[in-house]
């Protein structure tokens, strides 16, 4: 599950952007997308992870930075800090979580598969690594409610509504991949 949100620039945290990377803006917005994803066995883990994703330009090309990002497995935390400077933290989901809610209903399937391959580009602990990566899946389009707690670490998001959101079914992301 994926949902694009428009932000005011200076909301939207850029400490995890690397050396000459900004923001992707238009009039004084960028784009954010928030993604609840599952990886089920068949995955190098199992485990379930809340990201936050904005598009940067970077080194000439258009990236993806992830400035936040919670997940629920402690070896998926320590991977994607040590391998990709993804700033994973740990948290719990479901229920009364304090980061985010989120509700879906409907679905106009895509046809076909779809997929994109590109570069992260992130900074963690003084320390910038780019990483190629690709993901494909099957995408429906979803109606998506996202609660987001005001005081909560995603309360920059809260009553914004969705320019799009998308439901992926077979979804496959890899890291460190040739493009």
Request: proline residues 7%.
């Amino acid at each position: 599950m994926i949902s694009l949100f428009r932000v005011p620039q200076e909301l939207v945290p850029q400490a995890h952007l690397p050396e000459g990377a900004r923001l992707i803006t238009l009039a004084g917005n960028a784009f954010v997308a928030v993604a609840f994803v599952s990886y089920e066995p068949g995955s190098e883990l199992t485990y379930e992870e809340l990201l936050v994703t904005t598009p940067v330009w970077d080194r000439g090309r258009v990236a993806v930075s992830v400035p936040q990002i919670w997940v629920d497995s402690e070896a998926s935390k320590q991977g994607g800090r040590e391998l990709w400077a993804i700033p994973k933290q740990l948290a719990r989901f479901g229920e009364g979580s304090s980061i985010a809610a989120v509700a879906v209903t409907g679905g106009v399937p895509l046809p076909g598969e779809w997929s994109t391959s590109g570069w992260t580009a992130q900074r963690l602990d003084g320390r910038d690594v780019r990483t190629r990566m690709r993901l494909s899946g099957r995408y429906r389009l979803v109606r998506a409610a996202w609660m987001f707690p005001v005081g909560g670490p995603l309360g920059y998001l809260t009553g914004r509504t969705p320019l799009v959101s998308f439901a992926a079914r077979d979804m496959r992301l890899t890291f460190g991949q040739a493009p």
